[in-house]
Nanobody
Framework: QLQASGGGVVQAGGSLRLSCTTS????????ITWFRQAPGRGREGVSC????????WYVDSVKDRFTISSDNAKRTVYLQMNGVRPDDTGVYYC??????????????????????WGQGTQVTVSS
């Protein structure tokens, strides 16, 4: 249902674009959130987008650096990562929640809200 791609190794200050390609669902019905998990740490919500109510959300640490967007025709959600830092390193997952509004920040960050998860893509930022 969800496939994350686009990870890799990048130097600090560089850029990456992650893609979350969906199948069997409409982006009009699901909110999509990117999570990341650093080694030894829990899964952290990074950014969310919902076509249903045109809402987006970013965790404070990525505001003004990351941009989330979606392409309904391609059924794909993108995470443009600019000015990456070593603490952005981790496995990035995309997740889909039925009728999720990104304005409900408590729900956005709760992994149990999501019905579908992608397999994850590794992002490594070198200093």
């Amino acid at each position: 249902q969800l496939q994350a791609s686009g990870g890799g190794v990048v130097q600090a200050g560089g850029s990456l674009r992650l893609s979350c390609t969906t199948s069997g669902m409409s982006l009009d019905d699901y909110g999509i959130t990117w999570f990341r998990q650093a080694p030894g740490r829990g899964r952290e919500g990074v950014s969310c987008i919902s076509k249903r109510d045109s809402s987006t959300w970013y965790v404070d640490s990525v505001k003004d650096r990351f941009t989330i967007s979606s392409d309904n025709a391609k059924r794909t959600v993108y995470l443009q990562m600019n000015g990456v830092r070593p603490d952005d390193t981790g496995v990035y997952y995309c997740a889909a929640g039925w009728s999720l509004s990104c304005g409900l920040t408590n729900r956005v960050a709760t992994t149990a809200v999501y019905e579908y998860w992608g397999q994850g893509t590794q992002v490594t930022v070198s200093s």
